[in-house]
């Protein structure tokens, strides 16, 4: 991949934020304790309880994969199975690692727009006592969803109700919880613990820091013991300070929701531009930082020479746009032109 292509593939090609750098630079002056027992960890825990509420159980990790996994392994057993969309990053993009870390089988919902609803997941409960099948557990839901989507609170309240009822979590995979935050213009509790979820994965790592994530749990009885689950799923970090720092950096002032809110406004801009253009047609509701289209092959082959990004159903001509918190007006101006010209 030549470093000159812009991408529009993921967030996650996107640079460090400078202040999350400099936050680094700063911690990395001599000597401190090793694992989370320093100050600059405690201060950034004490940025996200502030955030998630004073008795959130804040851990930090390095990976949202592993945030994940590792999270889910720890509120299951084996027999039990987790429910979700089929378009979960769960599902799709990491490599069966919660199947192999938690034993559990994944149930996944068909899902248009990224979103489940307690209607569709009713029907599984029907395995409840069953020896030979597993028992229902966890129910994970995306915020935002892998197609750009947004659950609002009164749909998490009712997802996390039907949880509760019937003796099920529910976890939410949090990688793009600010954009969802930014883009109903709300508290990002209001979409997490205020709302039900019982264990959250947190991500800061796509907008604007290095490798960020934190699990979080608002059900405190579930948090017992995780420091011994996060170390034997190789989540530990040594030096856990150029982890905090990032953390510190984005939540001191509103880095996280200023980054956010530009890679939301960013992809917007770009969905209202292409919308012009013949053969071009947007297929999701653009909500946040993501763009879902479908133009001609030969168009997406000619836009790839220049611009690096996905195609998302390679039978429809479906390709994913997606922005970060660098994306800028000029950016946007030129691909656009670059997709009209090659859609001609």
């Known amino acids: 991949m030549k470093t000159a292509f812009k991408s529009f593939a993921s967030d996650n090609n996107a640079p460090v934020h400078k202040a999350v750098l400099q936050a680094m630079l700063q911690v990395n002056e001599g000597d401190t304790v090793g694992y989370g027992d320093d100050v600059h960890t405690l201060e ?3 940025k996200l309880k502030d955030l998630f509420g004073k008795d959130a159980k804040v851990f930090f990790m390095l990976t949202g994969t592993g945030a994940n996994a590792a999270s889910l392994a720890h509120i299951t057993r084996p027999f039990h199975s987790i429910i979700c969309s089929d378009k979960a990053h769960l599902e799709k993009d990491e490599c069966g690692a919660p199947e192999k870390m938690t034993g559990c089988k994944l149930h996944t919902i068909p899902s248009a727009d990224g979103k489940i609803y307690t209607e569709q997941i009713k029907p599984f409960l029907h395995s409840r006592g069953f020896q030979h099948h ?3 557990r966890v129910i994970s839901i995306t915020q935002a969803t892998e197609l750009g989507t947004v659950y609002h609170p ?13 003796d099920m979590y529910l976890h939410m995979d949090g990688a793009r919880l600010a954009n969802a935050a930014a883009a109903l213009n709300m508290p990002m509790n209001e979409l997490a613990g205020s709302s039900g ?14 490798s960020a994530e934190a699990v979080i749990f608002f ?3 579930l948090a017992k013991d995780f420091e011994y689950s996060r170390k034997q799923s190789m989540q530990l970090m040594s030096k856990m300070r150029y982890v905090s720092a990032q953390f510190q950096a984005l939540h001191t002032g509103e880095l996280w929701l200023e980054n956010a809110r ?3 406004d960013m992809a917007r801009l770009l969905a ?6 013949p053969s071009v047609s947007i297929t999701q509701k653009v909500e946040t930082n993501a763009v879902f289209a479908i133009l001609p092959a030969k168009a997406i082959e000619i836009l790839q020479r220049r611009y690096f990004f ?9 390709v994913r746009w997606m922005t970060a918190y660098h994306t800028n007006e000029k950016d946007i101006e030129a691909f656009v032109e670059a997709v009209r010209e090659a859609v001609q």
């Open 262 to 264: 530009r890679a939301n």
């Open 310 to 318: 996905y195609i998302w159903d390679n039978a429809r001509n479906e």
């Open 154 to 166: 009164e749909e998490i309240k009712q997802i996390a109700h039907f949880a509760n009822e019937n």
């Open 44 to 46: 950034a825990e004490q």
């Open 134 to 136: 597993s028992q229902p």
């Open 219 to 221: 059900n405190s009885d």
């Open 272 to 277: 209202e531009k292409v919308k012009g253009i």
């Open 197 to 210: 979820v019982d264990v959250l994965s947190y991500g800061a790592t796509k907008n604007g820091a290095m």
